[in-house]
């Protein structure tokens, strides 16, 4: 059975360039501590000359792919100049080149994640489903709790059916795991560029009112309201779609929601909680303790984590296992 782990980046402001490529460099190292053989591929959509030094050692296929806005304009010409004002859509955009490998099982990494263990043991252990990932923040499945403000469930649902789509349980894409080879079946590109598209649109016509949790500057939506005009026709405002949270950094994730749900029988199921972390849930783990796979620890927990590795990694001399994937990479996340 083929597998794949894929990264993918594209920034254009120096300081970002900075932490994302401590962050991967980071990512990397940690799964290559535990599996020196499963192919990495890194898409990239800049210049990074340092990281591309950095990951010599690695064993990492890095596949350049041009200008950002270059390739939404590729998918999707209308709507290139806003949509590349948002960091994060490219990395639903590298399917034709992931199907050059025709992986069986794709796993999909953000640059804020960590190894623990063989990633191959995820691949092994979650291959009954199409897709796995962990819920959302504040979904109904959150341990957290449910917090409609921050992702309206009920809206979300009934989005799904005026539709005509299946509702997908709305999950977190910082670490997606693939199987059958679902880009196949759709369009992915078009259909959820489309949907970002419809999106945005909404989010443009209606200014957000109460979470300090909009992000409409930096996902491109202020662009787009200060250029209404020049990119959103009548048949845009028609075809605009209700976006159901508070949070707009999000709208990559519900239009996927969206995507996978036109693709008939698609199944969804949760990474257990035991293998995959999310956000701040490693910050209250003991590494001695450790039985988790992965953790995709969010950036703005950087510090935290820092300091969580200070705290713990010099009495941990009986799992040597880890002791030695932080040696390799705690320089290059602090």
């Known amino acids: 059975m083929k597998r794949l782990v894929t990264y993918s980046i594209a920034v254009s402001d120096p300081e970002r360039e900075f932490t994302l490529t401590k962050q991967v460099v980071a990512s990397i190292r940690s799964l290559r501590a535990h599996n020196r053989s499963i192919p990495i591929v890194l898409y990239l959509y800049c210049d990074m000359p340092q990281l591309v030094s950095d990951l010599e050692s690695s064993t990492v296929t890095v596949i350049q792919k041009g200008l950002y806005k270059t390739q939404l304009a590729k998918v999707s010409p209308k709507c290139a100049e806003v949509l590349s004002r948002h960091p994060v859509l490219h990395k639903l955009l590298n399917f034709a080149e992931i199907d050059e490998f025709d992986p069986d099982q794709l796993l999909l990494l953000d640059c804020d994640t960590l190894f623990f263990d063989d990633v191959e043991r995820l691949f092994a252990n979650y291959k009954n489903a199409d897709c796995y990932a962990r819920e959302e923040h504040s979904c109904k499945r959150s341990a957290r709790g449910y917090d409609p403000e921050y992702l309206d469930e009920g809206l979300l649902a009934k989005l799904a059916r005026s539709e005509g789509v299946s509702p997908i349980p709305p999950f977190n894409t910082g670490l997606l795991l693939f199987n059958n080879k679902f880009w196949r079946k759709i369009d992915i590109q078009l259909r959820f560029i489309s949907y970002v598209w419809r999106l945005s649109v909404w989010m443009a ?11 409409d500057g930096a996902i491109g939506v202020d662009f787009l309201r200060d250029h209404l005009r020049e990119y959103v026709k009548p048949e845009d405002e028609r075809a605009a ?5 508070g949070n707009r950094w999000i709208v990559d994730e519900v239009a996927l929601w969206f995507t996978l749900g036109t693709i008939p029988n698609f199944r969804y199921e949760d990474f257990s909680k035991r293998d995959v972390l999310q956000g701040g849930e490693i910050i209250h783990k003991a590494p001695r303790d450790a039985h988790w796979i992965a953790s ?5 927990n950087t510090s935290r984590l820092v300091d969580w ?20 990479c705690k320089d290059e996340i602090s």
Not at 241 to 245: C, D, H, I, N, T
């Open 296 to 300: 995709h620890y969010y950036s703005i």
């Open 241 to 245: 779609l209700m976006f159901p949270s």
């Open 309 to 328: 590795l200070k705290r713990y990694l010099p009495p941990i001399e009986d799992v040597s296992n880890l002791v030695e994937q932080w040696n390799r």
């Open 205 to 215: 016509l209606h200014r957000q009112e109460g979470p300090a949790q909009c992000h």
